[in-house]
Every structure is written in C-alpha cells, then in structure tokens.
C-alpha cells in the first residue's frame, strides 16, 4: 500500500509539472462541444437529442487522445527499465499509474461535462446520468487504453496502432455510457445502465492489470 | 554468484553468442569487451532479465533465475544506458522514488549520496536544467545507497569527467573489497585501485 501511495504520488507530481497532459484532453474535449453546434446546427431541440451521443464520444477520444503517453515518458527515459527489475509488483505500479491517467482525465472530463451539456441544451434530468456515467466509464476506457500503451510503447509510432487496437474494447462503454444519459434525460430510470457500466469496470480492474503488466513485459524484453 | 551456460543469442538474424558459458564469483570485476554492436548492451540486459531474447540458463546463487526473481532483483543494481532519471524531477525526488522501487538502497541517506556525486546543493534543481554529466551523477548516485552484492552497469561513465570516473572506479574497488561483485561493459580505460580486472571478450566467443 506505501509503494502504490508513493507511485501514485510520483505520477500525480509529474503530471503537475508538464500542466499541458491536463490541459490536452480538456481542451479537446471543449473544443469538440464549441465547434459541433457551429459545424451541424444549434438548433437547441436537434442539440438535446445529439448530446449524450456527442458528449460522450468527445469524451472517449478525449482519453483515447492521452491515453497514449502514458508510459511513453518512462519507457523513454529508462525509469520503466528500472521498474521491471525492481522487486515491487509490477501490478501495483500499473494500477496506480492508470488511477493517475484516469484523475486527469477522465475525472476531470466528468466535472467538466455540466458545462458541456448546459452548452448542448441537455435536459437538466440528465446532468446526475452524465456524471455518473462519465465516472463510471472511464476509468474502464483508462485501464483498456492502457493495455494498448504499454503493448505500442517500444513502437516509434504507435499511435494509429493503439487507436485499432483499444477501439472495440471502448465500444461497449460507449453504448452503456450514452445510453444513460438517454435515459436519464428522458427521465427514464438509469440504475441498470450504472449497473452494467459497474460491471464492465469492475471486470477490468480484476483483469486489466494483469494484461498491462504482460504487455509492458513483452515491449521491454523482445 | 551468477552463472550462465549455453547462452545462444541472435538479433536481426545475426548471431551474436552460442555455446557462451561464464561465470561471475563474488569479489570480483569483470569487463565485457567488444567492438560496438558485438551485443555487451543485450547480454547486459540478458542477465538483467530484461531481455527474453535468448535461449540457455541462467543461475543466481545456483538457482535458476525465472525461480528467484524477487530476490535477484533485491539483490542486484543495473544503470543502465538510460539513466532513468526524470527531467522534471529534481534530484532528490527522483533518488526518493528509485529508493521505493529498490527496497536495497539503503546505505546512506539521500544527501550524503548527493553529496558524494559532487551535486550537493543541486538537490532542489530540477534535472531537465542540470548538465549531461550532472544528470548521470543522479543516476549512479544508487551506486552510493546501494547495498546489492551485484551490481550490472552499462557504460556507467559516459559523460563523466575525469574525477567523476576516478571517484567511481575507488567506490568499485570498496565495493569489491566488500564481497560484491561487478560486471560493466565501458570504452574507457578502467583502472580499479588494487583489483585485476577480469576481461570477457565478446569478438572471441563462438557464433555459430
């Protein structure tokens, strides 16, 4: 539990000093919410019904985007060398560094996106659904994302790869995430989306890791 | 302490070792010597286990490596090419996080290594704004708080001035006359005070 607290604190610290990874996956996602209405229409009864599709798509590429660096750095410096022959767990370092993708990303994305959905006319019913949801599903869309880093880390160029690769993992969350906030716009209930975006997440804690710690194995060692 | 035997290696379809069996006992230095791209880097990372890339075995304190991991791993320091230091730490943090990885870096505090390197009052710079050589001097600052009897270090002294180099082959030498033992390939002419230095020499081993 130390070693995680101290990676994790590690993680967050270096995040702090390059402020910009905060700020990519924000920007992204704001500028996709600013432009769709001019590009399509903003026609505030066209936005409602679009909202919870596009804002959750803005929100998924927006992970998909940073998803990318995050073991690139380490891999690039030798630190991720030095954690293969350390005699700490390689699936706890993995953990931690994934938590810290997901706090500023996907967590800040999910704070951010009232803001987002005032802007698309979403009915206030869904506001709790989009948070919720967004809180729910992307920490799966961090642990799958990062299955995809750490097999393209040792690649020059692995970022068309990566989007192939971790897409269809991504497509579930994406139907059961903007499905809710349907739902919930509609003032239908939502607890059997939250339910099954839970389930999707709880099944990629368990079984994430373990991939992630392979595939960074086999980037480095091959 | 380590011991490998029917090492076969090969890398874009050239073979770079076959039949390659040695040993390393305890108390001793031994040079992995050959021309660039001979593969001391690989064999390096080989006994590190960061490299799958070969078929033979490999055997720590007469056991076979995949079995004692953890324990090789608490008992063996690598630097490699790469220092592993972060530019946008400072140097401090940086040994802080390294001492968390590696549970054996323990000798000595953070400061006194630092002080040993020569970057006392550099500890709160961030490394991105530290010279090249300075950057190095964080990394083989775990040669001071290291307390593993192996230590594995690839050309540890590039970008080392000549009394950064100095200081490095005496602290070599107390690490040998400690019972450890190291294994380091380097370009530079290595003179350890008081210890012979075994040479294994990558251009005559077998390739085929």
């Known amino acids: 539990m130390r070693f995680f607290l101290a990676a994790l604190k590690r993680d967050l610290l270096l995040v702090f000093r390059h402020r910009n990874d905060i700020i990519n996956p924000l920007a992204f996602f704001l500028m996709v919410a600013v432009l769709f209405p001019l590009g399509v229409s903003p026609d505030p009864a066209f936005l409602s019904e679009v909202a919870a599709g596009v804002i959750w798509v803005a929100a998924l590429l927006a992970c998909l985007l940073s998803v990318d660096g995050i073991f690139r750095g380490d891999y690039e410096d ?9 005699p700490e767990p390689l699936l706890i370092l993995v953990l931690a560094k994934v938590i810290s993708h ?11 996106s009232p803001l987002v959905a005032m802007m698309f006319f979403l009915p206030s019913e869904g506001y709790l659904a ?9 920490p799966t869309l961090s642990l799958m994302g990062a299955i995809g880093a750490g097999l393209t880390v040792g690649l020059r160029r692995g970022g068309v790869l990566i989007s192939l690769l971790v897409l269809p993992l991504y497509i579930p969350v994406l139907i059961f995430g ?18 099954l975006l839970g389930a999707i997440l709880v099944f990629s804690i368990m079984l994430a890791p373990f991939a992630i710690a392979a595939a960074l194995k086999v980037s480095v060692r091959s | 302490m380590l011991e490998v035997k029917n090492l076969f290696c090969e890398r874009d379809e050239r073979v770079l070792f076959a039949n390659f069996s040695f040993q390393i006992n305890a108390a001793e230095v031994v040079q992995i010597i050959g021309q660039n791209g001979s593969g001391k880097t690989t064999l390096l990372r080989i006994l590190c286990g960061l490299s799958d890339a070969y078929s033979g075995e490999i055997y720590w304190q007469g056991n076979d490596l995949d079995e004692v991991r953890d324990q090789y791993y ?8 790469l220092a592993g230091v972060k530019g946008s730490l400072t140097a401090e943090e940086n040994l802080r996080w390294m001492m968390q990885l590696d549970k054996s870096l323990d000798k000595c ?24 050589g300075q950057q190095r001097r964080v990394g083989l600052a775990r040669l001071y708080l290291s307390s593993a009897p192996l230590w594995i270090l690839d050309e540890p002294f590039t970008a080392l001035d000549k009394k950064g180099v100095k200081e490095k082959e005496a602290l070599i030498a107390n690490h040998i006359e400690d019972g450890g033992s190291v294994i380091l390939t380097t370009h530079h002419d290595l003179k350890i005070p008081g210890q012979t230095i075994r040479p294994i020499n990558l251009g005559e081993v077998d390739r085929a």
């Open chain 1, 102 to 112: 997901w706090l500023v990303s996907g967590f800040c994305l999910a704070i951010i």
């Open chain 1, 78 to 86: 030798g630190s991720l060398e030095q954690m293969l022959v350390s």
């Open chain 1, 130 to 138: 989009l948070i919720l949801s967004l809180l729910l599903g992307t």
């Open chain 1, 178 to 195: 903007a499905g809710t906030v349907q739902a919930g716009a509609m003032g239908l209930p939502i607890q059997g989306y939250l339910a």
């Open chain 2, 109 to 132: 505090t953070i400061a006194t290594a630092l002080k040993q390197v020569g970057l006392y009052g550099f500890e709160d710079v961030p490394c991105h704004s530290l010279s090249a």
């Open chain 2, 74 to 81: 608490l008992a063996m320091l690598y630097v490699g090419h």
